[in-house]
């Protein structure tokens, strides 16, 4: 005798919609959970999808969308944006680190908050991320992908006072594969008050930038 | 031939009195350091000093102010506090982690920031916690303390909506000795939205949450 | 000139049946060690099947049954349930613990044990742990199956008295991918008298229940 | 601002006397959590002290009682023990595993477990387990302490069907210094239903032992 | 400008054949090998072979031998045994460790070196190790294999007086995945003059084994 | 609103083209930037493509030249070399290094350095390096690949005094597997003065030659 | 009620004589061990003692001898030798080694075994290495002691045919501190039949070179 | 009998004197190998030395010279610098790092180059190394010493084009302690070309240094 309870009450507890972790579970799953959702009129977001699950998912509920770059779906209509500039920047060191970007910006767009990426601003070439400084400067919220050794964020952290989400990338090879080498240098770094969150998670970053946001 | 730069524009660019990491530098190079902050007007936070270094710092030094419990010495004035309530909230599961916990209210508490410890609200015993929740969700941010599995945060942010920053700290033994359990139970929380700092970080975490009110 | 050895005093010695672990062993080893069951008519269980290597073992032992989302395959009648209540409650932090979770109660129940499967009580939620703890009080024994940081069987094992197998899974990404922190957390847990299995052990977890059943 | 909280109810909850871990706290910490276990009428045990702090919280708890080879510390009367013969046996590989072992003992004495301990049976001279097996078997649990390789429960819990708790040593050189060598081990185990605690948390595996034995 | 050159002194100076790797080797790079081989007239052998590897080297070498459990190739005679018994038992766990168990006896057959393979002796059901140790005992070498916690070698190693050769194998899952639980296992041993290479390396326990039988 | 920035003045700065990692971009992502680099006139060079990818690139530029072995893709020129003999000399342990030590070899190649490639030279037939050491000698600066334990650059570091740079790679299995072993070995070097790369970072080898070759 | 058990049989059934590991053990414990040793007319060997430790055992043993650059105690004289020359030879990488070296000495002349120690013989000046290579090949067994990267006894292996035992010595620091880096090395050796024990273990390597003599 | 082999043909061979490594020996063992230094007429380097074992050598040696901060004893005349600038420059991230760097500079200094060394230029206040930049292209080679996250050599070398020496500092704690992170952090940097040294390894900075300067 089997029993699943879905967690309804997190919005008016926590102020989010619950996202639906798509990859370790089966269409089978996913499917029966959507429909949990469609029945509370509730809107969705399952995160971590593959092109072939999210076009599956498509199939049955072909109100949805579904975005390749990020691998997320959504159902539901996205909640109207207020404000009038971009309240959360999201920069990335690499074209590589796009997708999980991506993952934070949806989240984001999701629940109404504008947002602009700005992508392949490594260290390596200092210069790109210095001459937008001053715009990066007018957000509230900064989240800054990389992978590889992860230092950008802990550049950043050392020019701009804002709060800065570090979201380490598993881009690259040998000792940096997995992302691992990226995300334990944000923890390390010498930069002051620089926060993190797990590798490759776009959602908790974005809705690390909804509590600051909301305060 | 040997130079050493400070970085005193810190204050300016990113709104934060840089500290001094005490505990990989001699008595000798500490010194130095605070000499030159004196020159400046500056004032300075010493942080992860033992008490033998600490009280060898106050007799050069009779102004400082050292802070035995999270081994902080405070050179100068704390900034005055203009807020009437507290803004930070700052949790520990146990009364080990009082330590770190303390440096992180010192460094906030030194730049003007009001805030409140409650101490020994692990969820081994989670009443304790849900008997306070109230009272937590006044506070603007949060800061969560939390050795061996490091679960507090991930509770707690199942149950607020508002920042919270997870304090990892080294406080355990066998599997969860270095505080390294407890930093990767809280980077891998099932909550939504919650970031972490850097094992025994409570300096970074604080100058996390001034960086979250300044927006 | 190679010779292989089963061990059939196993459920005289232990009072279980040995498990035959599916996963590193081919289609050809597997059928052949079945084999050697039924002439001694014992009853066989086969753990972490393939869908496919399950169905192939289906045609050659047709009267055997195939339970695709734990992986295991039966071979002979499960053994009659002579209690009539669950003695065991298997809790899952999330849809995806499902398999491993259904392992458990599958070893369980070929043994004569009747179980009980709670889906999705993560504590990042609490209120739904909260609102069936007086259900889960009535067990003799609790299996707490969790992924990501694995806390469910931490905060569960401060609210009951009853025995509680911590039942790490390898679904996470990143910092928990493969179950290791979620396996760390438990056993560096905060709470007292919380054992562990090894990360994915639904058959370990169900042996361990049955051993404290007997006493 | 800061407030402690202790848990008093955890007797009633879960039935056990809630260990003050003395390791990562100062005297005067232990020493106040005392002095309220005492203004509440609880008997207390402290674990994990070194010689030294547990001389000098005798010479103000003098009513206390100091076991120095388990480190620990207990406050007011052990409950009596109503059983005639001994409950839990505890095992040790060798010699320099009793620390632990003795910490396990204690503890569940303090609750009125009758137990016995059988040092020095490791598996590298197998005749020395072999010749007590059918001793074994007359308890309703083992608790089986090993350092190294962590072979000792694995072995034994091939041989016997009782519950079986895994109690890995940090003691070993190179690769098994630390004892996470022997944790993995046990956690890896051939055999079925062992189940497993943190390194040298002999305090847990005597709660574990409790839990089973109430049900 | 690119050289290749091999090592055709081996035979000569240490007394065994090189073993071409071929797991990270294309068809082509070990075709352009074994060609070199067969003009110097020498005999090879090559491990580490995919089945659909080694079905197109034999295309190419028809007198060439696969053994497909092993993923061994060999080219040429098996050197002629001159030992009536077998000198070197290997002995495994479990089922699933049989490839690599295979990949050790073919090696030392290819050299003219007798063996058995006596399989699924593991510690769980202790008693079938414990019948045969009268045999064991009268082999020169013993290579023990095992995957999960690698406990046979180190039982065994205080049973019997001779060379034991502990191999550790990939077979496991959660933390004992990968083979590194066995390894680390054995390396720990309580037992005295126990031996290990590397995970899944036969091949290696073989040569080790050829060392010794050449004293 | 997104944008992406290219680091066209990378040349300038520090005198080499960037590479375009492929292992984690799609063929469109490279697609769009190797466009971007045509209308720049720049050459560039991709590094890490599967032989699918290179192929797929090939169709939409045509007068690129994909090198299978190595993984790399080239778009314009080579540049002319100068020297009339070679001036970085790249070594392997065995024939499973080649591909990372062609990646080295194209790189620079491509930025006008002449290689010499020796294959097969690992300490394990020592003979065969201690025989091409006065050639080696030659050479202003020394790549050497190796996996497994990775000694072949510690060796060499012993006998010649020009810059080597190791170059670990991911070849191995068990222990050695992913290279790290290699890498660890490399860095742990008791021979004075050697260098370490990234694993199978033959590109990175081949820019810290080209940064030597410019002093 | 304890109770502690010696393994007297170890002579007879293994051939050694069981070794007392001194580092985890008390003064107390070691000599209640001691005096049942004397007792049984048993000879005795402590390991890794520290010079206080060893004496403060010679008050109480005055007939026993310390040997302090390996922290070795034996009680009892040594097994008279009756080989003419050095059975086993023992190398070192550096001088650092000479302590873990000697244990193996001390433990195999204890037994009666003729060795002979060269010290200082690492790869980083293989001329010393190979100057000597004709007097190692009269052993009958080499033991290579090696911290660092560990790669003394891979040059070896490639070198003699002879079974090779590789010690890994915790010496090094930063990636090679506390010998893991030496250990792995060894494991992945690309030299074919090297066999391994674990880090310092001097005591094990000497029994298995016992185990090779006897075959 | 014991024979220990020093390397004089080193200096010969590779063009340096070699470093005595003194952590891991005792007073004897140095004062022995310098004494055959001394015979030899050699000059000697020897590192890592504590301030007390320092002090003692100086007894025996007193025309050596200590050099407290990178805990150095130099026997003999520093060679004669024949440049007339700064040949390297070593740049360290803090304070901290002083110690190591300082190890860099003696060794270079001992054998006749010359140095600068700059402190305190840490990526988080950028400004302070982008001030420095044109003087710091006057050098041949860079070394850049840096804890935490170790960035400082990945933003170096995406900004001056000579060769780039990162020495990875054991400062930091939590994450970063033992300077794990600052060493995988600069493996895996983004910035082309960078070479890695082991943690803490000042001289073998100091030595791949020299090795570039006489190309």
Chains 1, 2, 3, 4, 5, 6, 7, 8 share one sequence.
């Not at 998912?57 to 691998?71: D, K, N, Q």
């Not at 400067?137 to 992978?147: N, Y």
């Not at 944000?186 to 959602?203: E, F, Q």
Request: charged share 20%; aromatic share 4%.
């Amino acid at each position: 005798m089997n029993e699943s309870i879905i967690d309804f009450q997190r919005r008016t507890r926590i102020g989010v919609v619950e996202a639906i972790w798509g990859e370790h579970k089966t269409i089978e799953q996913i499917s029966e959970i959507l429909k949990k959702y469609q029945l509370e009129c509730e809107t969705a977001l399952v995160t971590r999808l593959t092109k072939e699950k999210g076009q599956k998912l498509l199939v049955e509920f072909p109100s949805a969308e579904f975005h390749e770059i990020s691998g997320c779906l959504t159902l539901g209509e996205f909640k109207e944006c207020t404000s009038s500039k971009e309240e959360v920047i999201i920069l990335t060191g690499g074209t590589s680190d796009v997708g999980v970007a991506s993952e934070a910006e949806i989240a984001l767009n999701f629940h109404g908050i504008k947002t602009k990426l700005l992508i392949d601003v490594g260290v390596a070439g200092l210069h790109r991320l210095l001459d937008r400084i001053e715009e990066i400067k007018l957000s509230k919220v900064v989240i800054a992908c990389a992978g590889m050794e992860g230092a950008l964020p802990t550049v950043l952290a050392g020019l701009i006072p804002q709060p800065i989400i570090g979201l380490p990338i598993s881009v690259g090879y040998g000792i940096s594969g997995g992302g691992k080498t990226a995300l334990e240098g944000m923890l390390a770094s010498c930069a002051p008050g620089l926060v993190v969150v797990n590798i490759d998670n776009g959602y908790g970053a974005a809705m690390a930038a909804m509590r600051i946001l909301s305060t």
